[in-house]
């Protein structure tokens, strides 16, 4: 694939079962900010499904500022979609250097996107679905996130000391990751904790905080995080903490879990 915006790093990456490329209209306002500029605002948009990637916002180039992208020398070619070329934005002050492309001649398979634009999402400064601000990437149309209350035990061990310990927690379920058990505050040991600089943003969940745990003098990074004010599509994991499955020993009902293995491991 062509665009590393195509395949963006994120928490909680999609891994979509879907073919190699897959089109799906949206009618959700979607607008994408730059220099407090829209540059593109549109109900008839489509989201591109490419393989793994998550999904690309294409903008019909009726509903782009057009007037404000400056065309570039900058050539690729994707055998799924044919030869892009790029265009820098400048609004106002603001300058975005190659920060949009589209198929002027896409093949065959690919001729929904014909005459649309598609923007690099962390070279934009805002996106909006509706009005409500989105993070990190668009959301995935076939992506679920279920949250659960349970009275299972749930028991967290990081080299072996226990760290936190309930019978109350809140499961969430999320398409194909790793189940996440999060807890109340008073079932953590919070003295073995220290908060961490570290912040990432999900856009089905939102801005999360981190902690590292503290085990014997040693700092374990970035194990533990928590949503202060999720967004409200998830509101039951509000100051409930979840420890990283993939770092630490998880006992369920008194059962140690098998460790996942993901791109966190």
Not at 85 to 107: D, L, N, V
Not at 253 to 262: A, H, K, M, R
């Amino acid at each position: 694939m062509p665009h590393p915006s195509e395949t963006l790093d994120t928490q909680e990456t999609f891994r979509s079962p879907v073919s190699v490329l897959r089109f799906e209209p949206t009618s959700r306002r979607i607008r994408a900010i730059l220099g407090g500029t829209i540059i593109a605002d549109s109900t008839d948009a489509q989201l591109v499904l490419e393989g793994n990637g998550i999904p690309v916002v294409y903008f019909p180039m009726d509903d782009v500022r057009m007037d404000l992208l400056e065309p570039t020398d900058r050539r690729t070619h994707c055998r799924h979609k044919g030869e892009a070329s790029y265009w820098s934005i400048r609004a106002g002050e603001t300058f975005a250097k190659t920060a949009a492309w589209s198929y002027k001649s896409p093949i065959s398979q690919a001729e929904a996107i014909r005459d649309h634009v598609a923007f690099y999402w962390d070279k934009m400064d805002s996106w909006y679905e509706e009005d409500d601000e989105v993070f990190a990437h668009p959301r995935h149309p076939f992506h679920r996130v279920d949250v659960l209350h349970s009275s299972r035990h749930i028991r967290v061990a990081v080299k072996g000391e226990t760290v936190a310990e309930t019978t109350r927690p809140r499961l969430l379920f999320e398409t194909l990751l790793p189940t996440r058990y999060y807890m109340p505050k008073l079932d953590v040991r919070m003295e073995m904790l220290q908060p961490s600089e570290t912040v990432t943003r999900c856009p089905y969940k939102g801005k999360a905080s981190y902690f590292d745990v503290v085990v014997g003098g040693e700092v374990l990074k970035d194990l533990v995080w928590v949503y202060e004010a999720p967004i409200p599509e998830c509101p039951k994991i509000a100051n409930l903490f979840c420890f990283l499955n993939e770092k630490v020993e998880i006992y369920v009902d008194g059962e140690l879990s098998e460790v996942p293995s993901t791109r966190w491991s």
